[in-house]
C-alpha cells in the first residue's frame, strides 16, 4: 500500500515540475514588478545571480547536459512504463509475467523519481557556486 502511495506521489512529482520550473526561472525583478536594471533598482532589490560562469552558471554546460540527459532518460522511463502495462496485459495471469511487469513499471517509477531529483539537486548546487 505504501509503495502504491510513493508511486502516485512521485508521479504527480513529475507531471507536476515543469509547471513549477517555468515559475522558478523567470526572470528576477523587483518588489514593483519592474524588470531589473530597468527604474533605477539596485542588484539588492532584485537578487539578480552574481556570476554568468559558461560552465557552472545558471545556463551553463553542466545544467544544459543534466537537463538533455534528463529528458532522454525521462522518455525512457514513460516508454518503459507503457512496456511494462502492455507486459501485465498480456500476462494472461501468469503469476511470473505479472510480477515481471509490475516491476518494469514500479522501476521506471522510481527512474523518473530518481531523474527529477538530480536535476533538483543540480540546479540548487549550481545557484549556490
Not at 2 to 14: E, M, N, P, S, T
Not at 41 to 55: E, F, R
Not at 74 to 103: C, E, F, Q, R, W
Amino acid at each position: 500500500m505504501l509503495r502504491k502511495y510513493l508511486c502516485v506521489g512521485a508521479l504527480i512529482c513529475v507531471i507536476a515540475w515543469p509547471v513549477i520550473w517555468p515559475a522558478t526561472t523567470a526572470a528576477a525583478s523587483n518588489l514593483f514588478g519592474q524588470p531589473c536594471g530597468q527604474g533605477g533598482t539596485s542588484s539588492v532589490v532584485c537578487n539578480t545571480p552574481a556570476s554568468s560562469n559558461p560552465v557552472a552558471g545558471p545556463n551553463g554546460i553542466i545544467v544544459k547536459v543534466t537537463r538533455i540527459v534528463a529528458v532522454f532518460g525521462g522518455a525512457i522511463a514513460v516508454i518503459m512504463m507503457i512496456v511494462g502495462g502492455i507486459m501485465y496485459v498480456l500476462s494472461a495471469g501468469d503469476a511470473n509475467k505479472v510480477n515481471t511487469a509490475k516491476d518494469t513499471i514500479l522501476y521506471a517509477a522510481v527512474g523518473l523519481l530518481i531523474i527529477a531529483l538530480a536535476q533538483a539537486i543540480v540546479v540548487f548546487v549550481v545557484d549556490r557556486i
